[in-house]
C-alpha cells in the first residue's frame, strides 16, 4: 500500500512540475511574435500554434499563423483559421463567405466553389454568397455555367448589370478574351491539381487561342472524366485527328456539355464530308448555345456548301447580331441604364437565347 501511495504522489507532483513549467499562452504568443520578426518561420509556427492549443480564442496567434500563410506557401492556414473546428454545416452564411473568399484569393478554386454552393444552396437569397458564386464560372471560361447560375439566381434577387453583361461576352470567348485568363487559371490548378473545373477552364483558354495540342496534353491525365473527355474531343476534331475525338464522344447526348458535344460531332462529319449530318450536328451546337460565335460561323459555311440560301441568311443575320451582343459586352461602361440593356434583351430573344433575354430583362427593369 505504501508503495502504491508513493507512485500516486510522484505521478502527481510530475503533473504538477510539467504543468508549472509549460509557458503560459501569453509567453507562447511572444516567442512567435519574436520568431515572426526574425524570420525564424518554423518556431513562429510552432510557438503560434501551441499558444492556439492552449487558447483556441488567442487573437495573437491567429494573426502569426495567418501572416505565416504566404511566406511558407500554404494558404490552408488562413481558411483553416476561418473555418476553425467546425463543420461546414455550421458555419454561418458570413464565415463561408470569407471563408471561400480566402480560398479564392489563394487560387484554390474548387475549395471556394464548395464553400459558395453550400452557402447559395442555405441562403439563396444572400446576394453576396450568389456574387460569388455565380462569378466563379466566369473566371473558369465556363459560360454554360454561368449562365445556370445566374438564371438561378435571378429566382431570388437580380445580378449586378456588370456581371450579366460580362457574362454575354464570355459566351463568344475569343483569344483577346481568354489570354488575360491563362495565368489565372495556370495559378489555380498549380495550387490544386485535381481542380477538374481550372483545368476545362485553361484547356478552353488554349482552345480560344489556338493550342490545340496545349489544350490535348493538359487534359490527358483526366480524361477519364466525362466532361473533361468531350472537351478533349474538339481539340482533337478541331486539330483534324478525327480517330481520337470519335473515341472520346459518349455514344448518346450527355447531360452537360451538349454543346460542345455536338460542335465535336459536326467537326468529324465535316472532315468525313457528311454535309448533311454535320447540318444537323451543327444545329443542334448552336441551338443549346445560341452565344457562340464560333458554332454560328462554322453552321453557316455548311448552309453554304449545302446552298440552303434562305437558312444561311438567316444565320448570318443572327451571327451579326452574335457579334454586336459580344461588342457591347466589351463596352460595360456605356451601358449604363436601361436604355442600353433592353435593346441587348430584345437582341438575344432574336437569336434564340430566351433564357439570356429574360435576365437581361430581369437586370434591365431593376
Known amino acids: 500500500m505504501k508503495s502504491i501511495l508513493l507512485s500516486i504522489l510522484f505521478l502527481i507532483a510530475g503533473f504538477v512540475l510539467q504543468t508549472f513549467n509549460?509557458?503560459?499562452?501569453?509567453?507562447?504568443?511572444?516567442?512567435?511574435?519574436?520568431?515572426?520578426?526574425?524570420?525564424?518561420?518554423?518556431?513562429?509556427?510552432?510557438?503560434?500554434?501551441?499558444?492556439?492549443?492552449?487558447?483556441?480564442?488567442?487573437?495573437?496567434?491567429?494573426?502569426?499563423?495567418?501572416?505565416?500563410?504566404?511566406?511558407?506557401?500554404?494558404?490552408?492556414i488562413e481558411l483553416a483559421l476561418t473555418l476553425g473546428d467546425q463543420n461546414r454545416q455550421e458555419l454561418t452564411e458570413k464565415q463561408l463567405a470569407?471563408?471561400?473568399?480566402?480560398?479564392?484569393?489563394?487560387?484554390?478554386?474548387?475549395?471556394?466553389?464548395?464553400?459558395?454552393?453550400?452557402?447559395?444552396?442555405?441562403?439563396?437569397?444572400?446576394?453576396?454568397?450568389?456574387?460569388?458564386?455565380?462569378?466563379?464560372?466566369?473566371?473558369?471560361?465556363?459560360?454554360?455555367?454561368?449562365?445556370?447560375?445566374?438564371?438561378?439566381?435571378?429566382?431570388?434577387?437580380?445580378?449586378p448589370k456588370d456581371l450579366v453583361v460580362l457574362f454575354l461576352g464570355l459566351a463568344s470567348i475569343d483569344s483577346r478574351g481568354a489570354s488575360s485568363a491563362e495565368?489565372?487559371?495556370?495559378?489555380?490548378?498549380?495550387?490544386?491539381?485535381?481542380?477538374?473545373?481550372?483545368?476545362?477552364?485553361?484547356?478552353?483558354?488554349?482552345?480560344?487561342?489556338?493550342?490545340?495540342?496545349?489544350?490535348?496534353?493538359l487534359l490527358d491525365s483526366h480524361c477519364q472524366h466525362p466532361r473533361v473527355a468531350i472537351l478533349q474531343a474538339v481539340a482533337y476534331a478541331t486539330d483534324r485527328n478525327l480517330s481520337a475525338a470519335q473515341g472520346l464522344l459518349p455514344d448518346s447526348e450527355p447531360a452537360s456539355m451538349r454543346a460542345e458535344f455536338w460542335y465535336a460531332k459536326g467537326l468529324i462529319f465535316v472532315e468525313q464530308e457528311k454535309w448533311d449530318d454535320a447540318e444537323i450536328a451543327l444545329h443542334k451546337a448552336v441551338r443549346e448555345r445560341p452565344l457562340n460565335k464560333s458554332f454560328r460561323s462554322r453552321y453557316c459555311e455548311i448552309l453554304r456548301r449545302l446552298k440552303k440560301t434562305e437558312e444561311?441568311?438567316?444565320?448570318?443575320?443572327?451571327?451579326?447580331?452574335?457579334?454586336?451582343?459580344?461588342?457591347?459586352?466589351?463596352?460595360?461602361?456605356?451601358?449604363?441604364?436601361?436604355?442600353?440593356?433592353?435593346?441587348?434583351?430584345?437582341?438575344?430573344?432574336?437569336?434564340?437565347?430566351e433564357d439570356v433575354a429574360g435576365l437581361v430583362s430581369a437586370v434591365a427593369g431593376r
Not at 479564392?104 to 450568389?130: D, T
Not at 445556370?148 to 439566381?153: A, G, M, N, S, V
Not at 489555380?188 to 478552353?204: P, T
Not at 463596352?331 to 435593346?343: A, H, T, V
Request: hydrophobic share 40%; charged share 30%; with cysteine.
Open 22 to 76: 509549460r509557458p503560459a499562452v501569453e509567453d507562447l504568443e511572444y516567442e512567435a511574435s519574436v520568431a515572426w520578426n526574425e524570420t525564424n518561420l518554423a518556431v513562429a509556427e510552432e510557438a503560434a500554434r501551441q499558444a492556439l492549443g492552449r487558447n483556441p480564442d488567442s487573437v495573437r496567434a491567429k494573426e502569426i499563423l495567418s501572416k505565416l500563410a504566404e511566406p511558407l506557401r500554404r494558404p490552408e
Open 183 to 217: 495565368e489565372w487559371l495556370r495559378t489555380s490548378l498549380a495550387a490544386d491539381s485535381n481542380d477538374v473545373e481550372s483545368r476545362l477552364g485553361l484547356a478552353r483558354c488554349f482552345l480560344a487561342m489556338g493550342r490545340y495540342r496545349e489544350c490535348i496534353q
Open 312 to 353: 444561311e441568311s438567316t444565320q448570318e443575320k443572327e451571327l451579326e447580331t452574335v457579334i454586336r451582343i459580344v461588342q457591347a459586352s466589351l463596352n460595360i461602361e456605356q451601358i449604363s441604364d436601361r436604355s442600353e440593356l433592353m435593346p441587348l434583351a430584345e437582341m438575344c430573344s432574336e437569336i434564340g437565347a
Open 98 to 159: 470569407e471563408a471561400g473568399r480566402i480560398a479564392l484569393s489563394r487560387s484554390l478554386f474548387r475549395v471556394a466553389n464548395e464553400l459558395f454552393s453550400e452557402g447559395v444552396r442555405r441562403s439563396p437569397k444572400n446576394a453576396l454568397l450568389q456574387q460569388q458564386y455565380a462569378t466563379l464560372p466566369g473566371l473558369q471560361l465556363d459560360a454554360e455555367e454561368m449562365q445556370t447560375r445566374l438564371i438561378q439566381w435571378s429566382k431570388f434577387g437580380t445580378p
